[in-house]
């Protein structure tokens, strides 16, 4: 069965990478949730995808120049009105915040490194260690563009599971993913043919295209029953997928 990945939470329906996001793609059905880390200026790890604040939040600047407390001041919800709160408005959480949350669930959650633009110091011994932590071990995936960081990763802990996300066509990327010890691929749907994604799951490499939220693309991966799909819209997903594993 097609396992359903919310991108940032729900994110086509609510703030992304908020809780109020992860768990609505938890309400709707969803087998686990995706977000993106960096660190902030205290060495937090923080849950948003961009490396600044300016785009998701009322505030400017770099999330590793703001401290936690300044980034706990912002109002997450910015760029998407409705949710905005006199009472409480979403903020940026922090990585344990959505660990906690999990305890009282069963989601996996893949945690993409948003490394490649900044090199943040530690974040991969850090991250390890509070998965360790909350004995995660099982259901952490570790994705991101950064493939040397992937593979510290993997030096670091290979009881991990790690998927490299790509977005041009690879030849033959099972055979990349063995060579950087990963166990899944985390393709643009466009880097992503029906052929491709079959030859990878044959060689024992899950497949989990990004980002998929038509209905005619999500079909077509159900029906070769790829290993899972990461969407902005997981209610829409969990609907369509009872069609085709009843």
Same mark, same amino acid.
């Given at each position: ?11 086509? !329906?609510?703030?992304?990478? *908020? ?8 309400? +709707?059905? /969803?087998?686990?949730? %995706? $977000? ?9 790890i ?5 490396? !600044?604040?300016?785009?998701? *939040? ?8 703001? +401290?936690? /407390?300044?980034?706990? %001041? $912002? ?36 945690? %993409? ?76 749907l ?17 497949v ?39």
């Open positions: 069965m097609t396992l359903i990945f919310a991108h940032r939470g729900s994110a086509g !329906t609510h703030p992304e990478n *908020t809780m109020e996001s992860f768990i609505a793609a938890e309400r +709707s059905g /969803a087998d686990g949730i %995706e $977000l993106d880390v960096h660190l902030s200026k205290d060495g937090e923080v849950v948003i995808h961009d490396e !600044t604040v300016d785009r998701t *939040t009322n505030g400017k600047g770099f999330v590793h120049q703001l +401290s936690i /407390a300044e980034l706990k %001041e $912002l109002n997450a919800s910015y760029k998407f009105k409705t949710f905005q709160s006199f009472i409480r408005s979403p903020k940026i959480p922090t990585l344990k915040e959505v660990f906690e949350w999990m305890r009282g669930n069963d989601l996996q959650c893949n945690i %993409e490194m948003k490394n490649g633009k900044i090199m943040y110091p530690l974040l991969e011994e850090k991250m390890i260690q509070l998965i360790r932590d909350y004995q995660y071990e099982e259901r952490i995936i570790i994705s991101s563009f950064n493939h040397y960081s992937l593979v510290h990763c993997y030096q670091l802990a290979p009881e991990l599971e790690t998927a490299p996300l790509y977005s041009d066509g690879l030849y033959m990327p099972w055979v990349y993913a063995h060579a950087i010890h990963a166990k899944g691929l985390h393709p643009n466009k880097a992503a043919p029906d052929m491709i994604i079959q030859g990878a799951m044959a060689d024992g490499i899950a989990r295209p990004y980002t998929v939220n038509k209905e005619s693309d999500m079909e077509r991966l159900m029906n070769i029953q790829c290993s899972a799909i990461i969407t902005d819209y997981p209610a829409k997903a969990v609907k369509l997928r009872r069609k085709f594993f009843k």
